[in-house]
């Protein structure tokens, strides 16, 4: 689509806007494809933005993929963290898969057009992923805080059962919030032209469509929005206040700069995807710029994704270099394995260090009990 292409769309938008009320609900249930516009409306950068989200798609498709891949090959990986880490690498994958492509296609040839199922579809699967994600990132959170601050008794928390419970709640619980907010908007009528200034069929753009006073459906999907992402963003700051209590108070220097480091690095994330997520489904649709929107959700549809494998993959790598040069006898969690533990000993158990010597005094046979007993 030239500029001109787009000069034209705008100034009919413009006109359209300003005789909808003497046309009433023209169009109002029309089902014809989409044009998504994407980034036409800056042609300059149409080539330097293939090349980049072509790198980071590749990079996204390989570090999950591999996450995935050595956590079931490695038994050593087989803990809840990395049972937790699967999920959201499976769920990064489907989340990029569901737009990028589109994306590439769009930047990299002419036809622009989706279909009104289409473009309905990739906004259900869109809100789910990203509901699942943001539940799921409270999650591991949980998961985080019982490792630091309940570490003699963190394999009997959290045993495979509540793990896997855990982990069908974000599922089930993202695709209701999903299947809320699509059934509001698929249940309004749209009219007006069919271009879409973004590059998916995301719910922001979709509701500037709409013909009739979207006040109380906004209202309901506000709703909706606080739950799934207020509400965990607060979960996991507060989860992350405990923790830095906790390894405020370990005497080892060494294990409170890893777990600072560690939890510092699932903060970034964190304040990636909320960030981002609640820019665009928080503010009220009066003050939404679409051209700002859709460089925005570059951040939580391709470069977040990418983000998590490199944070995540200091022990991936190490059990797939193992694997890799078919080497069974590792240093991996080889504490685990001593007959005795000395007060110097460091557990290394979620990315977290402690020394044997920051527990509990009479606590390290219960320690190695726990520890025989894991998943």
């Given at each position: 689509?030239?500029?001109?292409?787009?000069?034209?769309?705008?100034?009919?938008?413009?006109?359209?806007?300003?005789?909808?009320?003497?046309?009433?609900?023209?169009?109002?249930?029309?089902?014809?494809?989409?044009?998504?516009?994407?980034?036409?409306?800056?042609?300059?950068?149409?080539?330097?933005?293939?090349?980049f989200?072509?790198?980071?798609?590749s990079?996204?498709?390989?570090?999950?993929?591999?996450?995935?891949?050595?956590?079931?090959?490695?038994?050593?990986?087989?803990?809840?963290?990395?049972?937790?880490?699967?999920?959201?690498?499976?769920?990064?994958?489907?989340?990029?898969?569901?737009?990028?492509?589109?994306l590439?296609?769009?930047?990299h040839?002419?036809?622009?057009?989706?279909?009104?199922?289409?473009?309905?579809?990739?906004?259900?699967?869109?809100?789910?992923?990203?509901?699942t994600?943001?539940?799921?990132?409270?999650?591991?959170?949980?998961?985080?805080?019982?490792?630091?601050?309940r570490?003699?008794?963190?394999?009997?928390?959290?045993?495979?059962?509540?793990?896997?419970?855990?982990?069908?709640?974000?599922?089930?619980?993202?695709?209701?919030?999903?299947?809320?907010?699509?059934?509001?908007?698929?249940?309004?009528?749209?009219?007006?032209?069919?271009?879409?200034?973004?590059?998916?069929?995301?719910?922001?753009?979709?509701?500037?469509?709409?013909?009739?006073?979207?006040?109380?459906?906004?209202?309901?999907?506000?709703?909706?929005?606080?739950?799934?992402?207020?509400?965990?963003?607060?979960?996991?700051?507060?989860?992350?206040?405990?923790?830095?209590?906790?390894?405020?108070?370990?005497?080892?220097?060494?294990?409170?700069?890893?777990?600072?480091?560690?939890?510092?690095?699932?903060?970034?994330v964190?304040?990636?995807?909320?960030g981002?997520?609640?820019?665009?489904?928080?503010?009220p649709?009066?003050?939404?710029?679409?051209?700002?929107?859709k460089?925005?959700?570059?951040?939580?549809?391709?470069?977040?994704?990418?983000?998590?494998?490199?944070?995540?993959?200091?022990?991936v790598?190490?059990?797939?270099?193992?694997?890799?040069?078919?080497?069974?006898?590792?240093?991996?969690?080889?504490?685990?394995?001593?007959?005795?533990?000395?007060?110097?000993?460091?557990?290394?158990?979620?990315?977290?260090?402690?020394?044997?010597?920051?527990?509990?005094?009479?606590?390290?046979?219960?320690?190695?009990?726990?520890?025989?007993?894991?998943?």
């Amino acid at each position: 689509m030239s500029s001109s292409d787009i000069s034209r769309c705008n100034q009919s938008q413009i006109a359209f806007e300003g005789s909808r009320t003497e046309r009433g609900n023209f169009n109002t249930s029309f089902r014809e494809d989409f044009i998504l516009v994407g980034f036409s409306d800056w042609p300059q950068l149409e080539l330097a933005l293939f090349v980049f989200i072509s790198i980071f798609y590749s990079l996204t498709l390989f570090g999950n993929t591999t996450i995935i891949a050595v956590s079931h090959l490695d038994h050593r990986l087989h803990t809840p963290m990395y049972f937790f880490l699967c999920h959201l690498s499976f769920l990064d994958l489907c989340c990029t898969t569901s737009t990028v492509p589109q994306l590439l296609i769009n930047l990299h040839g002419s036809d622009q057009t989706i279909t009104y199922g289409g473009c309905m579809a990739q906004l259900f699967i869109f809100l789910a992923l990203g509901s699942t994600e943001s539940v799921l990132l409270v999650v591991m959170a949980f998961d985080r805080y019982a490792a630091v601050c309940r570490p003699l008794h963190y394999m009997a928390i959290m045993h495979p059962c509540l793990c896997q419970t855990l982990a069908a709640t974000s599922w089930v619980g993202g695709f209701m919030n999903s299947a809320v907010q699509a059934g509001l908007l698929m249940a309004m009528p749209l009219c007006g032209l069919h271009y879409l200034n973004h590059f998916f069929c995301e719910m922001p753009v979709l509701l500037k469509m709409a013909c009739e006073d979207t006040q109380g459906t906004e209202v309901k999907m506000f709703v909706a929005r606080v739950i799934i992402l207020v509400v965990p963003a607060a979960l996991i700051l507060g989860s992350y206040v405990v923790i830095a209590q906790a390894v405020l108070r370990i005497n080892s220097t060494a294990g409170r700069r890893k777990a600072f480091g560690t939890c510092g690095s699932h903060l970034l994330v964190v304040c990636l995807f909320y960030g981002s997520g609640i820019y665009t489904y928080l503010q009220p649709m009066h003050s939404y710029s679409q051209s700002e929107g859709k460089f925005v959700a570059l951040f939580y549809t391709i470069i977040t994704p990418m983000l998590n494998p490199l944070i995540y993959t200091k022990d991936v790598k190490r059990a797939l270099r193992k694997l890799l040069l078919g080497n069974s006898v590792g240093q991996f969690y080889s504490v685990i394995r001593m007959p005795l533990c000395s007060a110097n000993t460091t557990v290394f158990d979620t990315h977290v260090s402690i020394r044997v010597a920051d527990l509990i005094p009479g606590t390290i046979q219960q320690w190695r009990l726990i520890r025989a007993g894991g998943i």
